[in-house]
């Protein structure tokens, strides 16, 4: 699972593997997460690292196509990273900021 961390100096996510120690989701010990999601997500430009703290996965929000109304990016992926999960935790997030900034423009109007 993916979780965005509440107390950190920038955003943070962290991403959580099934069977790895603790109780599940909601036990009393969460285990240590297998990737941490850092950058700047505003601008959906972010780094994944693993537990060892190595980059598995660079994401940045790609501005040359500017036609239509959805976001690109381009990813790089590391060898023997799961890209599928990369993918799906970009998704997560980027679907997190665009709720957040439609709460927020509401909230003014």
Known sequence: ???????????????????????????LFKPPPAFRITGDFLDRNFIMRNEQDEAVAKVSEDWVIEFDSFNHYQVQVAPGMDSLLVLACLCAIDEEFDEEHKAKKEAEQ
């Open 1 to 27: 699972w993916i979780e965005k961390k509440l107390i950190a100096v920038g955003d943070t996510f962290d991403v959580y593997m099934e069977g790895k120690g603790g109780f599940g989701v909601t036990g």
